[in-house]
């Protein structure tokens, strides 16, 4: 079966440090692995993914996530916070090896950037 | 282009009646999803729909039901709703064999049941 953990509840960070947000995963096939960033009282935004190649992808507003099979994670990381990404992540896996979109989130992060 | 609309955006429903939630996906786009977003639950699979054929169910019960039109507009229905569907429902479209993979969202109808 299909799952994926996000450890942390909330994230608390300076404005302008480094952040961090955790996942690891756990799917039978090929994992295609998403993050979405979620604003109050919207749907989530696309802001990455990983499906194959280089194990550091970029993505939308300065944010990277790093692949590592082995460890079966997909951080979501940032070298320098705003206050504007106060928001709620979710990390996101589907099996690559089947015909299918269906995407199994984790329970979200709140990431709090404070000035 | 226009993103994933979703209509109503906000729905206030009593015990036992019945609803449907519209989805527009992106032009072009001819798969879409539905997600259940609640605070005790998180987000949840519903359904996928491609080309007017469900192509994978989540785990609810058969009170939720879906269909999609030749256009890839969606539909959801809720029939004899419990105060436990009280959520936000999201849709998401997407292009399968574009090589693109991911989903775009739209904004979601809540849906509050008294």
């Known amino acids: 079966a299909q799952s994926v953990a996000q450890p942390e509840d909330q994230v608390n960070v300076a404005e302008g440090n480094p952040l961090t947000v955790k996942c690891t995963y756990s799917?039978?096939?090929?994992?295609?692995l998403f993050w979405y960033v979620q604003y109050p009282n919207r749907g989530l935004q696309f802001l990455l993914k990983y499906i194959t190649g280089d194990n550091l992808v970029k993505g939308s507003y300065g944010f990277e996530a790093e692949f590592n099979k082995s460890q079966t994670s997909f951080h979501l990381k940032k070298p320098s916070a705003l206050v504007s990404d106060s928001a709620l992540y979710f990390c996101?896996?589907?099996?690559?090896?089947?015909?299918?979109?269906?995407?199994?989130f984790g329970q979200g992060t709140t990431l709090q950037v404070k000035p | 282009k226009a993103g994933v609309t979703q209509t109503p955006r906000y729905l206030i429903k009593t015990r036992g009646q019945q609803v449907t939630l519209s989805c527009s996906p992106i032009?072009?786009?001819?798969?879409v999803s539905w997600y259940q977003q609640t605070p005790g639950q998180g987000l949840q699979f519903l359904f996928e729909y491609f080309s007017e054929t469900q192509r994978n169910k989540g785990n609810f019960p058969g009170r939720f039901s879906g269909r999609q039109f030749s256009n890839s507009r969606s539909e959801m229905n809720v029939s004899t709703l419990e105060l436990g569907d009280s959520a936000l429902y999201l849709c998401?479209?997407?292009?399968?064999?574009?090589?693109?993979?991911?989903?775009?969202f739209g904004p979601g109808t809540r849906l509050t049941v008294t």
């Open positions: 032009s072009g786009h001819r798969s």
């Open positions: 996101a896996v589907r099996d690559g090896s089947s015909n299918t979109g269906k995407l199994i």
């Open positions: 799917v039978s096939g090929n994992p295609y």
């Open positions: 998401a479209s997407s292009l399968p064999g574009s090589g693109s993979y991911e989903q775009y």
